[in-house]
């Protein structure tokens, strides 16, 4: 939390690798609370679906 207090805004992304005991859902989660926690009043989460299997790389 404390890393977002000041901010005006933030934009949040999950890791493409995050440690196998971390799911990408509760790790988004807890960032943006801690965002709101924080009082950063404008916050951009940014997602895809599985990139690679819709490119087909």
Known sequence: MEAF???????????GIIPLATHELALGKQLADAAVEAGVPHIIFSSLENVDKITRW
């Open 5 to 15: 207090r000041g901010s005006e805004g933030v934009v949040l992304m999950t890791p």
